[in-house]
């Protein structure tokens, strides 16, 4: 007898940027979603600090910046959400930091051209699509264990956290939009995916995925009043690049870089890093540098939703446009990945995010 007792018409797995765009989309096609998250929060990659205090959040820990002169893919969404964007603060003068035990370089640097960031950071991205979505269409904390076939559908199994249970739901289609060499090695796939396909899961990178961040929250932008930008090129580290990182209306202050050590090294120094910090950003910018009012680091090699095992033992690649494998449907129609890196635009981006969103609701939407 077939079964028809479908809990929803789509399930979307993951709730990063990818996977609640393509949710606002269905939902807005008139189609019953659910999305399970495997983490507490959502976002994925996207992370940024709150502060109550605040009407927007103090900083990312994630992504920072977008291109709207060359990513034409981004534009769209940032009207149907209302959100603005602001230029990348460049003005002044950039530091060369080239030795820990010597003295910086004051130099110019040419700006780098379209660079812009989001008001209210990426995190309005995801606040805003989840505020679309029906309540309880979220559910957080559910990590996909299992995804096969069955006559008409697909039928998912959860780990879900408290309660701590396993659950089972079936829906007509699934979205995969968590990170393709996270679901090849976390989701049991009974044997049913071909080979090729696990194998291709398995050589895409997560883009940004081993990575980690810095940010210094300070009182105010004194590196400004000083005619600097903000901005560090480094050999000498931990951090290897710094940027201003202050909110468009200068609400607030702060400072990000990216941590130049590789995620062994972070492990195996992490009683030092804050203090090597610490150091770097005085000596670029003088001691009031060293009197931030937090420093927050995120070590993205640690996210076990995120950074698989493959990610922390290949190079660092830039993301690649994929097979077209992963972007066919697979089980009959009835499965579809849908993560940055299967996008042919900006793959592993938030544009490849949002293009990937559109690509696949627009054939799941054509189909029912
Ligand atoms: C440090 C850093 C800096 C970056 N800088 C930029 C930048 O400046 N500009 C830019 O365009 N892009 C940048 N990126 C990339 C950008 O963040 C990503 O392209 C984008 O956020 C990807 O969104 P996604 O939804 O496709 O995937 P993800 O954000 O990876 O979302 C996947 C989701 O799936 C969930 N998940 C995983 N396994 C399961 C499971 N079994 N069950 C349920 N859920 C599961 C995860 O928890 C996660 O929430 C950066 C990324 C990082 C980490």
Known sequence: ????????????????????????????????????????????????????????????????????????????????????????????????????????????????????????????LIDKLSLKLEAGAIRTAHRVTKIEPDETGLKLTALVKDPNKQLSLRARRVVVSAPLRIARQNIDWSEQLSVDVLEKMNDTPTWMAKQAKAVAIYDQAFWRQAGLSGRVASQAGPLTE??????????????????????????????????????????????????????HIKDWAASNTICSKQDLTSPPAHPEIISDRLRASHFDGRLFFCVSETSTVSPGLIEGAFTAAQSTATRLIAEF
């Open 1 to 124: 007898m077939l079964k028809v007792d479908f809990d929803c018409d789509v399930i979307i797995v993951g709730a990063g940027l990818s996977g609640l765009a393509c949710a606002d989309l269905l939902q807005a096609a008139g189609l019953k979603i659910i999305v399970l998250e495997a983490s507490e929060q959502i976002g994925g990659r996207i992370c940024s600090i709150a502060d109550q205090s605040l009407s927007h959040y103090r900083a990312d820990l994630g992504p920072t910046w977008i291109w709207p002169k060359y990513q034409p893919a981004i534009e769209p969404w940032l009207k149907r959400l209302k959100i603005q964007t602001f230029d990348q603060y460049e003005t002044g003068d950039a530091i060369l930091d080239l030795q820990a035990d010597g003295p910086v370089h004051r130099r110019h640097l040419p700006g780098q051209d379209g660079i812009a960031r989001i008001s209210g950071g990426p995190q309005s």
């Open 242 to 295: 710094i940027h201003d990182h202050c909110s468009t209306d200068g609400s607030s202050a702060a400072l990000f870089g990216f941590i130049g050590w590789t995620h062994q090294i972070r492990r195996s120094r992490e009683h030092e890093l804050k203090n090597l910090i610490k150091d770097q950003l005085v000596r670029c910018f003088g001691d009031q540098a060293g009197r931030y009012s937090a420093l």
